[in-house]
Structures are given as structure tokens and as C-alpha cells.
């Protein structure tokens, strides 16, 4: 039994890191939509760190799939689930909101438009993926925040299990959750895999796999051998500069010295 609980604790603790690095994938996007000068690699190392220590504030205060005795716990149900749902909703808005961010500044007129509109299309992807796989979980945390706040937040699964109210929808919701936890990995490799440079190197491994050499158009400089946010990254610096040039040689070729006016250079 302790086994089992430990097993489905450190399970439901490395899904809220998930979750936690997913969330900064988003805001990571919102900060290299602003300022893509900055490589996004310097702030890698403190997402991690960050996530980590936001699953481990999330966790103990979340609802989880094994419930201890209510006098052992220091939130009850109803306390739980709420802190559950109001996480949950903040991250889905925040994803959606990131998802707005960077089709309104990649739709604008600039340059590498295909590649705009390719990174667009996977981020919505992504994020809408990734928050189908939770949204049975906030189903969830919603039926025990109803169930709390009806029976009393007292209430234990076990307890929930044997009241014919509760029963059935509270199986369902579990399963359910359980199920899409299972998938998660897959629906997330299904969708990440459509990235160009992965399905590159699965097509090459495939027909290496037959003998067969794989012609990917390596040697044409159109050809991507790196993710689409390295294309959009070196897409927006290029845009940027030939802003800055652009406004420099106008405001300076052609323009007469001054020693009295110090604005003329």
C-alpha cells in the first residue's frame, strides 16, 4: 500500500512539473516575441530550476488520486480542488493568451512568412494538446469542488465511492484522468514529432533503416535544420536590423554636417 501511494505521488508530482515547464514554454514564447535579440537559451537553465520548485509548492496543495485521512491533511477537499481549478484555469488562459500574443505579431507583414505561419499553426497545436490532456483533471478537481461543497469537504474518495450520488460521475471523471495521463507522452510526441527538423531525422533513420538514403535537401539553404522557433528567432533579428539600417540611412545619408545643431550627424 505505502508503495503504491509513492508510486502515484511521484506520478502526480512530475505531471505538476509538466505543467509547470509547459507554462513557461508559453511565457518563454511572449519573451521572444518581444525581445528576440535575447537567445532564449540564457534563460533555459533558470525554467527548470523554476518548475521544479513550482510543482513542489503546487503539489502538496492540490487534489491528488490518493486521499490520506481528513485529520492528516492540513487542506481539505474542498480547499484543494479550488486551488486545483484556479491553477489550472490561470495556466489555460495564460497558454491561450501566448497563442494570441504570437499570431498577432507574426501576422503582420515581415519577412519569413511561411515560417511564421508554420510556427504559429504548431504552437496552437501544442498548447491546444497539451490542454486537452488536462482538461479531464479540471473536470475532476470541478466535481469534487461541487461534491465538497454539497456533502461537505470531510468527505473522503472512499466515502465518495459508496454514496450512490457520488459514485458513478466520480469513477468516470477518475478514469478518465487516469486514461489521459497515460496518453499524455503520446499525444505530445505525436504532435512535437510534426516539428520539421523531428520528422526529418525520423524519415532519414526510416530509410537508413531499409538501407536507403534519404534525400532531405540538406544541401539547399532553404532547408531547416533546426527548430521553427530558431527560424522565427533569426527571422525577427533580420527583420530587426534591416529596421535599424533602414532608419539609420535615412535619417543620415545625404544630411549635411552641423556645428550647431548637435541632432545632425
Not at 490520506?68 to 491561450?96: C, G, M, N
Not at 465538497?148 to 469513477?171: N, P
Request: with cysteine; aromatic share 16%.
Amino acid at each position: 500500500m505505502l508503495l503504491a501511494q509513492s508510486n502515484f505521488k511521484v506520478l502526480q508530482f512530475f505531471e505538476f512539473v509538466s505543467l509547470a515547464l509547459n507554462l513557461f514554454l508559453c511565457l518563454d514564447i511572449v519573451l521572444t516575441m518581444r525581445n528576440p535579440f535575447y537567445p532564449h537559451e540564457r534563460r533555459m537553465k533558470f525554467y527548470l530550476a523554476f518548475s521544479l520548485v513550482l510543482a513542489g509548492i503546487c503539489f502538496p496543495l492540490s487534489l491528488q488520486r490518493i486521499s490520506a485521512p481528513a485529520e492528516e491533511e492540513k487542506l481539505d477537499k474542498h480547499e484543494r480542488a479550488l486551488f486545483s481549478v484556479s491553477f489550472l484555469t490561470v495556466y489555460i488562459i495564460f497558454a491561450i493568451t501566448s497563442v494570441a500574443y504570437a499570431w498577432r505579431v507574426n501576422t503582420r507583414p515581415g519577412m519569413s512568412t511561411s515560417v511564421r505561419k508554420q510556427f504559429i499553426w504548431r504552437h496552437s497545436w501544442y498548447v491546444t494538446a497539451y490542454i486537452a490532456t488536462w482538461i479531464p483533471y479540471l473536470g475532476f478537481a470541478f466535481y469534487i469542488l461541487y461534491v465538497s461543497t454539497v456533502a461537505g469537504s470531510e468527505m473522503s474518495y472512499e466515502e465518495m465511492t459508496k454514496d450512490e450520488r457520488y459514485s458513478t460521475e466520480l469513477q468516470r471523471w477518475f478514469n478518465i484522468y487516469n486514461l489521459t495521463c497515460i496518453g499524455t507522452g503520446i499525444v505530445m510526441s505525436i504532435v512535437r514529432v510534426f516539428e520539421p527538423v523531428f520528422m526529418s531525422v525520423i524519415l532519414r533513420f526510416f530509410y537508413q533503416f531499409f538501407g536507403e538514403i534519404y534525400e532531405d535537401g540538406s544541401g539547399n539553404k532553404s532547408s531547416m535544420d533546426s527548430t521553427l522557433l530558431s527560424f522565427l528567432m533569426s527571422s525577427l533579428n533580420i527583420e530587426l536590423v534591416h529596421i535599424i539600417l533602414t532608419t539609420v540611412s535615412q535619417n543620415t545619408v545625404g544630411t549635411p554636417k552641423s556645428l550647431k545643431d548637435y541632432k545632425v550627424y
